[in-house]
């Protein structure tokens, strides 16, 4: 987010002014007095309890992790002060008692600049599906173990981070809208990861797999299947984020030459020498190196 100038502050103090947050109005004219927002964070977030991060006198971030979902999400979306609010973090704990924070999204919609939206949660496995039209204007999301993915169509995001997915959900994936989407991660528990093509992710160039890091004795032909993947076909650059254990690196032996039709791959630095002069040799300057 650029810099709110000082005309901006001072037009948003008094915008919060007349909608009665004097205290929001407190913080936009002492915008590094850490009392004043630290009160305010106690007067408009006594559930939530969030992590706020400030930028020039408005909250840019906001991280929130609770059981109560959907009372704190309530308390977010109603808080005047969010018209500067760039990136919400917001994750429920698994407790027992977990409420549900999508239904209030779905009602309200996100403080009307966000752009960065991150749903971990944990005990909640909601139908997504009624609240994309809320997020037309997301260029950055992350979700996490969702019941279903439903049909996505997010016309301004330009990087999807996916946790936790299993094979129902990688179908639903397939029917997804992002015509503006150029990274897919995804982090899967799939010892072999079957992804389906993105027809209408046109512009996707670059996808990031989290694998699990040990492979599992019946698993033998995960490379096999890994590579067959009608998604690994679709991009010209792969990361792949894990590490692998031993048997992973060994059993990649005999698919190195899958990695050559990309433009660029990037791995950890293997620890099975072999490997490592196989990939060089082959993929030269194509290989890139995680730190």
Not at 1 to 21: F, R, S, Y
Not at 106 to 120: K, N, Q, Y
Not at 219 to 231: D, G, R, Y
Request: aromatic share 8%.
């Amino acid at each position: 987010m650029a810099a709110v100038t000082p005309e901006e502050l001072a037009v948003w103090g008094d915008e919060l002014l007349e909608l009665g947050d004097s205290p929001g109005q407190l913080v936009v004219d002492r915008p590094r007095d850490d009392a004043f927002r630290e009160a305010y964070e106690r007067q408009y977030f006594p559930i939530s309890r969030p992590k706020c991060t400030w930028r020039y006198g408005v909250i840019h971030r906001l991280k929130v992790t609770t059981s109560l979902g959907r009372e704190a999400m309530e308390e977010i979306v109603a808080c005047p002060a969010m018209k500067f609010l760039h990136e919400l973090v917001f994750q429920t704990d698994g407790a027992e008692d977990v409420t549900d924070p999508i239904p209030v999204l779905i009602t309200h919609g996100l403080p009307e600049r966000v752009r960065d939206l991150a749903l971990s949660l944990s005990g909640l496995y909601p139908d997504l599906g009624d609240l994309y039209p809320r997020l037309a204007k997301l260029e950055r999301f992350t979700v996490s173990n969702p019941n279903r993915l439903g049909v996505m169509h997010l016309p301004a995001l330009k990087w999807l981070r996916l946790v936790g997915f299993q094979r129902p959900a990688f179908e639903e994936l397939a029917l997804a809208k992002l015509p503006l989407v150029e990274t897919l991660e995804v982090w899967t528990g799939d010892e072999a990861f079957v992804g389906p093509a993105l027809p209408y992710a046109t512009q996707l160039t670059k996808l990031v797999v989290n694998l699990p890091t040990a492979l599992s004795p019946n698993a033998p032909n995960q490379w096999e299947t890994f590579f067959s993947s009608p998604l690994l076909k679709q991009v010209p650059h792969l990361e792949i984020l894990s590490s692998l254990d031993y048997m992973r690196e060994r059993l990649l032996l005999t698919h190195v030459s899958e990695l050559t039709r990309y433009e660029s791959v990037t791995m950890h630095r293997p620890s099975l020498a072999e490997l490592h002069d196989k990939l060089w040799g082959m993929l030269g300057k194509k290989i890139r190196w995680q730190p």
